[in-house]
Structures are given as structure tokens and as C-alpha cells.
């Protein structure tokens, strides 16, 4: 019960990220096989980052295809929907656009919580729960890598380096999922609350524009030139 | 006789992803330094996730230096000729630029072809035989990431997203190979036989711009202000 | 005391490669959080892909923490000195955009040299002393591993490709420290001289412009229709 419980949430983390390369490649001009494959990317990089971090070998996705398989069907039915549905998108532009990038934001950030939340369950199971700054540190990493992957694939500065928020909501919902397993609440209520909590921080981030301060780009304009300095 | 043969189908694919590497980081305007890294990243990095994936430590590169070697030796080829001919391919722009399209897209899918077969090789021989959904994964893996990353570090999308048929060639050529040694054939046969097929594949899609279906450029138009929504 | 000091070299190295990122992270107009991440991987990045290269299992940077704490603190620093200092440089544009380049290219040229020396020392330690191939083309790749992911997750191409020497730089680096070390000199020492031969050889490269040939661009001006052809 239990087990099926965790793996539901597995899967929907897999759906999720799956989507967020789905759009991506679409995004990009990808034809059908080149948008699967970043959906399959997205969905499974985190894990497979994970596991070579902690030494799984052969990482998990390979041993099980449950992932892949879930991860191709969910990109190839978004792709036909897409298909679809793009001639009625011709007469509404303004409105593709934002649904679009609200979709990919929305899927990315159910695919972080989840993912996050599970890097952190695989390491603690790993035997290290003693070590809170590795644990919490390779779960930010699970969530973030899959998206990194899709991004760095084709061209774009990853969402954790450019959305606001994005790493701290990961640690926030890694910390709490973390605490409540120190404080032996149950796996599957502690797992969903610390999903939550990542992906609401997420989506209010994004809502309400929480900015942290960067340098104006008026003082970096001059840094064109940098290059031929180096 | 047999170790031979094997040997020599491995530095054939060496030679010409390293070439690939190479046209790529003269296309790239690289000096000869960046075009020999370029080249060698191309012809051992497959290998090299490969190893990373099965856990086997140290990397293959790393203990016998001839693939680097081999590697090197041929970038540094590629462009000495590269050099000489320049002033002749000045007088012939549109030549130069077909030939040397081709030409890489050749050594692409030469490289292609066998490491996705030495892939599944070196995959069945680390037990994994029994799994056939991670053989030929791991097979697929060795055969595009050469590729992957030589196009991740110059900024381009890798083939293995773009190309038609590129991902579908390396799986059935991987197949192919993994059903012939199952059914007790020959194992130089086998691989000759897995490469060409991956190998014909990509050149016949390539020919015939055989695509698959993807969301045409009007439908993605507006998505340039998708960024904006995020 | 030997400790001690081998320990403040890492350190050297770690505040260099963050700073690196954090200066690269405000030229693409990243938010604090975003340098701060990208600092953090310039300056764990070469050392995370030694230990999955040598297969230690987790990675150091997850085991001792206090990489990852001294690499964010100097990220901080250096935003909280680029945000005060803003509006002094607007009055000087060129001076600017040449101390910002110089600066990162001084932290790139400290990091490599140490993380270098560094990367060969692990590689020994590890028991491959012997394999002098092994040993020096891995450290190698710490010295440049981070700031090759700084530079992929940004969408640049890598130091490594692109800068005159600097490859090389390492290499012989590398390679006197390894020679020292063999011929019983003293392992402060002889990090010492690896480090500073690096570090002048990549600086005088660059104040001297000293360059290898490449394929000049006219010949490769038509090469942008490249893709045309693949």
C-alpha cells in the first residue's frame, strides 16, 4: 500500500518532468523523436544523476524501464495534442504563449518538488541519514538535474540558474521532507508535504515576481567587451 | 584474430568521431588545441559515460592511453589537410561547405554505428546480457554521446535531437547486433553487421530527408515570448 | 602542519574558481542566488567529476561541507562588492569591463593551476601512481572541469576550447608536479611550483597573446551554411 503510494508519486514527478521536455522540444523545433528524447531526459536525468553520485551502478533507470516507458508515452501524447490543437492556436497567439510557458513552469515545478523529496529518500536509504548536508544536498540535485539536462541540451541557461527562487524552494521542501522522517512521520504524509511545499514556493515565486537583487543590466552593458579582455 | 578485428572496428569508430570533432572545432573557429580536445572528447566520451553508467572505474580512456592517442593523431591530420586546402577551397565556397557538411555528417554516422554496437558489447559482457532493456540503452548511450557532448561544448544542439532517424538508426543497428549474438552468430560478423545497419540507416534518412512529424515554425512563432510567462 | 598547508592551497583554489563563476554569473545578468550557484559548481565542479571519474563514492564535496560553504561565501562577497560598486563603474565604462575580464581571467588561471596539482595528487592517492597517463590526464580534468561547467551551463563555450594555451598550461603543470613528487621533493613544495608553472604559463599566454594556428575565418565564412548540407 504504502509502496504503491510512493510510486503513484514517483510516476506523477515522471509525467511532470516528461511534459517540461515535451514543451521544451516543441519550444525548439524538435521533431517527434528528438521531443521524446528530451522528455525521457527530463524525467529521468535527476534520478540518473543521483544514483551516480551515490554509486548505483547500473543507475536505476536502467534497471527498471517502468520510468522510460512512462516518460515516451507522456511525450509522445502531449506532441499529438500539440499536433492537434495547433490551428486552433493560430487565431489565439497571445493565448498559446502564456498557456504554454505557464504549462512548462507549472510541470516543472510539480517534477522539482517530487523529485527533490525522492533524492532525498534514495540517500537517506543509501545510509546516510547521519549526514544531513549530503542528503539534503544530493535531493536539491535529483530535482534540479533532469531540467538541467533538458535545458543544457538545447541551448538554454538552466531554471535553476535564471528562476528565481527555484534552488531555494528545493532546499526548503528537502529540509522539510527531511525533518519530518527525523521526527518519524509517515513516509508518504512527510513526502507529500515537502513536495508541497516546493512546488507552492515555486508557483508564488513565479506569481508574484519574488526577485532576489542581481547588478543592473545599465552597469553591465559594457560587459560585451569583456571577452576581449580575457 | 578475432581480438584483432574487434580492435580495428574500435579505432575506425575512434578516427571518425574524431574526425567529426575535429570539423566541428574548424567550423567553431577553434585553434588546433581546441580542435584536438574537440576531436578526442568526441571519440572517447561515449565510452567514457558508458564506463560511468556500468560503475566501471577507472574509465576505459584512462587506462589504456591508444584511444586518446589515436584520437589526437587524427584531429592534428584533419587539420594540417585542413590548413593546406584552405586557399584552394576559397575559389570553390559552396563546394567546401557540402563537403565538409557531408564529410562530417559521414564520420557522425561511422562513429554512430560502431560504438553503439561496442556499447551493447561491452554492456553484455558486465553481465547485463539477461536485461535487454539496459543493454541496448546503455549501447544507444555509447553510440550518441560522443556526439552529445562535442555539440554541448560548442553550443550546439547535439544530432541526436535534430537528426532524423538518428536515435531510431543507433536502436535497431544495437538490436540487430544484440539478436545475432543471442542466436550464436559470430561476433565480428555480428558487429560488422549492427554498424552498417545503424551506419545506412542515417545516411538513407539523410538523403532522402526522410523527417518525422514536428509542430511547424508558424504554430511556434509566438512562442519567442513564452520566456516572458515563465 | 603539511595538512595545514596542503589545506589552504585547496582553499586558494576554491575561493579562485567561485570567484570565477560569481564574475561570470553577473555578466549574464544572474540573480544572487543563480551566482551563487554557478560559483559553487566552478568551484566543486572539477573535483565532482574526479571522484565519479575514479569512482569515490559520494563525491568529497558532499562529505566535507566545507568546500560548498567557502565557495557560497565568496560568491556573496563578490556580489556584495560588484551591487556597492555599480554606480562608481558607470563613470568608467572601458575600466569596467577590462578589470572585470582581467579579474576573472586571474581567478580561472589560480583555480586551474591548483585544482590541477590537486586532481594528479587525488589520482595518486588512489593508487595509480603508476599509470602516469591516468594520473596526469585526470588531473587535468579537475583543473578544467569546473570551469567547464560553469561555462556549458551558461551557454558559453568552455576556457578549455577556446583559450590559447590553456589546456597546455595545465598539462605541464600536471606534469612537474608529478615529476617532483616522483623524484621524493616535498609535497608543499612541489604543489607549489606545479600550481604557479600553470598559473604563469596561462597568464603570460595571455598578456602575450600566444596562439596556435587555426583555420582563418575567411575560409570558414561559408561554412555557415554547414548545417544546410548535414
Not at 17 to 25: I, T, V
Not at 79 to 101: P, R, W
Not at 159 to 172: E, M, N, P, T
Amino acid at each position: 500500500m504504502i509502496e504503491t503510494l510512493i510510486f503513484s508519486i514517483e510516476i506523477i514527478g515522471t509525467i511532470a518532468f516528461a511534459l517540461s521536455g515535451a514543451l521544451r522540444g516543441i519550444e525548439k523545433q524538435l521533431d517527434l523523436l528528438g521531443i521524446t528524447i528530451l522528455g525521457v531526459t527530463a524525467a529521468t536525468g535527476g534520478g540518473l544523476i543521483r544514483d551516480i553520485l551515490l554509486g548505483s551502478h547500473p543507475p536505476l533507470l536502467f534497471v527498471n524501464p517502468i520510468y522510460v516507458i512512462v516518460a515516451a508515452l507522456t511525450t509522445v501524447i502531449a506532441f499529438i495534442v500539440a499536433y492537434i490543437t495547433q490551428y486552433y492556436h493560430y487565431q489565439f497567439k497571445n493565448h498559446l504563449s502564456s498557456t504554454f510557458g505557464s504549462l512548462l513552469n507549472l510541470a516543472d515545478a510539480i517534477g522539482l518538488g517530487i523529485f527533490a523529496v525522492i533524492g532525498v529518500q534514495t540517500a537517506m536509504q543509501g545510509g546516510f541519514f547521519e549526514n544531513a548536508f549530503l542528503t539534503l544536498f544530493v535531493g536539491i540535485i535529483t530535482g534540479v538535474g533532469g531540467g538541467m539536462l533538458r535545458d543544457v541540451l538545447v541551448g538554454e541557461i538552466p531554471f535553476f540558474l535564471k528562476k528565481h527562487i527555484y534552488f531555494l524552494a528545493a532546499l526548503l521542501g528537502s529540509t522539510s521532507y527531511y525533518l519530518l522522517i527525523k521526527y518519524d512521520i509517515n513516509n508518504v504524509i512527510a513526502m507529500t508535504i515537502g513536495s508541497l511545499l516546493t512546488f507552492l514556493i515555486r508557483l508564488l515565486a513565479s506569481k508574484y515576481r519574488w526577485n532576489l537583487p542581481k547588478i543592473p543590466s545599465k552597469a553591465c552593458a559594457d560587459l560585451d567587451h569583456v571577452e576581449n579582455h580575457l
